[in-house]
């Protein structure tokens, strides 16, 4: 694009001389202009971006710069196309690499501009922004005093990103508030891991993908490696709630772990190479075991394309809230200068063929999470069962007793409602084939 917008700028003088003869000298001769069909002349709007170039340049109350004045038309054009369209500075561009290696410093959220609104798609867990209280669906009305409104997204992000140890003072507005607060979070190192595993029962396990970077798919397999190591899987709950997405590639590779077969997501654009579609296959490592998907309106994107992928292969039961609803694909292209561009290039559909693009994907079972209430340990258990009741016949056969909850685990569950819902889910869900 520098290269097209540069020969522009060399043509100007031409092209002004031209238009200025066509309106000027025609009428002097007493012969008719010329018609020209508007809608048809793709050189009608490069004369008028040359025309408005040159006023800038000699009208403007400040002096700006040839480069400054095209980088914000680019900016502009880009803006104007969707939400997720962007122009990249060279240290945007590098500062773009870097969050997709997981290696960055800031507070850790994912942002999207709604309505005209700088909104929060989801923290990522385990950091500042985390710990901070900060929601899905929070506005950002203001950064360090600067209105958002008046930033790009880009330059919203690079505002609040900022050395380790240094403060970022954001204005947030909530749903549920009617007024704003203010929130002064530290910024520290954004975690590489994306991937956390723990058992709940003997057998079941938690499995948690916070964003898809380029290490998720090696860090899935290697936790589910040691699993594997410890026993049998008996279920598993994938929990992808707050999960802003990532790498396209990545979450085709996570999916393909769960399925055997068929299309796991397809793409369509104007251009023949961004039609693509991509599908799993029978590999010896694929997870056969039931499994839940956890997933609220903090999963967006790459998250929504694995969801999507085991619902419609009736490969695992969906639990939670409807999702953010993020169905476009963005290329990230270098320019020659360092900067670059993130074009939406493609939507993308599920394997039924379905684009989820500002409607997200509605769970098996809707069930919002609420609040954990402290529980306390003295209080008497009211549940009664066989094994209760005084002088109760013991079991026959070769029933095993179950082994002890772990403390740690048991404490866990009681902090979250979906996931113990989860749970309950994949006990009684069919066991998939193994794959020989």
Do not use: C
């Not at 590098?94 to 994912?110: A, H, L």
């Not at 909530?174 to 007024?179: F, G």
């Not at 599908?279 to 499994?291: F, K, L, T």
């Amino acid at each position: 694009m520098s290269a097209t917008l540069n020969n522009l700028s060399n043509f100007k003088p031409f092209l002004g001389l031209a238009f200025f003869v066509l309106l000027v000298a025609a009428p002097n001769t007493g012969l008719a202009a010329p018609e020209i069909n508007l809608e048809n002349d793709k050189t009608q709007p490069l004369r008028q971006f040359s025309h408005v170039l040159d006023l800038v340049e000699q009208e403007y109350v400040d002096e700006k710069s040839r480069k400054e004045i095209i980088e914000g038309a680019v900016r502009g054009m880009l803006q104007s196309l969707d939400p997720h369209s962007v122009y990249l500075t060279p240290d945007e561009y590098k500062e773009m690499s870097e969050n997709n290696s997981g290696e960055f410093f800031g507070i850790g959220i994912e942002i999207s501009v709604e309505n005209g609104q700088v909104t929060i798609v989801s923290p990522i867990e385990d950091t500042p922004a985390d710990r901070a209280g900060l929601k899905s669906g929070d506005m950002i009305l203001a950064v360090d005093g600067r209105p958002t409104q008046e930033m790009t997204s880009n330059e919203t992000v690079a505002a609040i990103r900022g050395p380790k140890g240094t403060t970022v003072e954001l204005l947030i507005l909530d749903k549920s508030s009617a007024s704003p607060r203010t929130v002064s979070i530290v910024r520290d190192a954004i975690p590489m891991t994306s991937v956390k595993v723990r058992e709940l029962e003997e057998g079941y396990y938690w499995v948690r993908i916070t964003r898809f970077i380029g290490r998720t798919t090696q860090e899935l397999t290697e936790e589910l490696r040691k699993v594997v190591k410890k026993g049998e899987i008996r279920g598993l709950i994938l929990d992808m709630r707050n999960n802003p997405g990532g790498l396209l590639d990545q979450s085709v590779h996570v999916s393909d772990m769960f399925l055997s077969d068929g299309v796991i997501v397809s793409m369509k654009g104007r251009s023949d190479k961004s039609n693509r579609s991509y599908s799993a296959s029978a590999q010896a490592g694929d997870i056969v075991a039931p499994m839940v998907v956890l997933i609220n309106s903090g999963s967006a994107s790459a998250s929504e394309i694995v969801a999507g992928a085991l619902k419609d292969h009736n490969r695992a039961l969906l639990v939670g809230e409807r999702t953010f609803g993020k169905a476009s694909v963005q290329d990230v292209i270098p320019l020659p200068d360092g900067s670059g561009i993130k074009l939406t290039v493609a939507r993308y559909y599920t394997p039924s063929g379905k684009s989820i693009q500002a409607e997200g994907i509605v769970p098996d079972i809707e069930v919002p999470f609420e609040p954990s209430v402290e529980k306390d340990p003295n209080a008497p258990n009211w549940q009664i069962r066989e094994q209760s009741l005084a002088h109760h016949l013991e079991g026959e056969g070769t029933a095993t007793k179950a082994k002890p909850k772990d403390a740690e685990a048991e404490k866990f569950l009681s902090q979250d409602n979906q996931l113990r819902l989860a749970l309950q889910l994949v006990k009684g869900l069919p066991r998939f084939k193994e794959v020989k």
